[in-house]
């Protein structure tokens, strides 16, 4: 989400945190039911997430971006129809493999700035056609993270002309053209740089760091890690991909906040690839696998939590699998939100996705006593 939404966000949350259902101290008072702590193995669930999901999941998305710059590559070399498909096609591939790793803030993500440098949206179009107009801009800046990225190459290719052969013909001649191959080269570069090192930053080091540190403590592997797993499907999945452009949270809705807007027939997908790669960490499956490990689910099932009688790990994805189920359902979500005043199979679905934060951020927590350590502020 870009930058000029936080505060709107953050106010709205904090609004509604008078009702929330959670809590920042795990409770067990929530119909949870736990049998005796058996010592699970947690350095071995992270082994599990460190070798088997994490690092594999940066370098698809390593490669998918070096594909990309290629195919744009190709393109300024021979600027034709088919190669601009091509290019477009490589966005999109790229795009949907950052769904699985958007998770991952932690460790050289969390000190890169990935997530926001590499995905803030809505884009600026404004600042966008005003690096193209000066040919000047620095994209290190955190002033600029809302005009580049997989957001900025969304408006490019997809937000400028109606046709490609009208794209193509404004990326010819003159100094508008140059001007935005030159950016785009920047944006693609940018984005290159930053996953190598983030990339680099596990393969030497932290990877080591972060199995290593198997405590449960508050500053441990684990307990950071489930908190920034919650804090991305609450904040960024949920209500960034949907629960904002739906006008969940101001009331009223706001179709241009969507991800992917100028490609609005990939929204949909982009969600339910970033939904399904948080479902798939929980279970503990491996990257390009149907094998499995250690996971948040195993952890759970041999904590033998309980929520009312029923298995835990199966209620949460069981939730899951109906969530989707409401979302592959629909239309595209800007046409959802467009042509339907309220969109109301879509507040639907939203309901769904909402339904696993409390067994999340309430349940799960309890049963691990792990605590809460970002700002309660939405009304679970």
């Not at 990309?68 to 591939?93: G, H, P, S």
């Not at 002309?161 to 570069?189: F, H, S, Y």
């Not at 179709?255 to 690839?273: D, H, W």
């Not at 499956?285 to 250690?294: D, I, M």
Request: glycine share 8%; hydrophobic share 40%.
């Amino acid at each position: 989400m870009g930058r000029k939404w936080v505060v709107v966000i953050t106010l709205t949350w904090l609004v509604c945190a008078c009702s929330s259902d959670s809590s920042d101290i795990p409770s067990h008072d929530n119909g949870i039911d736990q049998g005796t702590d058996l010592s699970f193995d947690r350095k071995a669930m992270l082994v599990n997430w460190t070798d088997n999901i994490i690092v594999p999941s940066y370098k698809a998305l390593q490669s998918d971006i070096i594909e990309l710059k290629t195919a744009f590559e190709a393109f300024v070399t021979v600027k034709n129809v088919d190669n601009l498909a091509i290019f477009r096609q490589a966005w999109a591939d790229a795009y949907l493999s950052w769904q699985g790793v958007a998770m991952f803030e932690i460790g050289p993500a969390e000190a890169n700035g990935y997530r926001l440098n590499m995905n803030t949206f809505p884009t600026d179009t404004t600042l966008i056609a005003s690096f193209i107009d000066s040919g000047s801009y620095d994209l290190s800046l955190s002033s600029n993270r809302d005009a580049k990225g997989f957001p900025a190459l969304d408006y490019l290719l997809n937000g400028l002309e109606d046709t490609d052969d009208a794209l193509v013909a404004r990326w010819t001649e003159g100094a508008e053209a140059e001007n935005t191959m030159d950016l785009i080269d920047a944006i693609l570069t940018d984005m290159v740089s930053l996953t190598d090192a983030v990339v680099s930053g596990w393969e030497d080091g932290y990877r080591n760091t972060f199995v290593e540190n198997d405590g449960s403590s508050a500053t441990a592997s684990v307990d950071r890690f489930v908190n920034d797993y919650i804090f991305y499907y609450e904040r960024f999945l949920r209500a960034g991909k949907m629960g904002i452009p739906l006008g969940v949270f101001s009331g009223t809705p706001q179709p241009g906040t969507l991800e992917v807007y100028y490609r609005p027939e990939l929204g949909k997908s982009m969600f339910l690839a970033g939904m399904g790669a948080v479902q798939d960490f929980f279970n503990g499956k491996h990257y390009g696998s149907n094998a499995s490990g250690e996971s948040l689910a195993s952890y759970l099932d041999d904590l033998n939590t309980l929520k009312n009688g029923d298995d835990l790990s199966q209620l949460i994805n069981d939730q899951f699998d109906l969530a989707r189920g409401m979302v592959q359902e629909l239309g595209s979500f800007r046409e959802e939100i467009e042509l339907n005043s309220p969109p109301r199979d879509m507040l639907l679905a939203y309901d769904e996705v909402q339904r696993i934060v409390p067994y999340f951020k309430v349940d799960m927590v309890s049963a691990m006593s792990i605590s809460i350590d970002f700002v309660d502020a939405d009304g679970d």
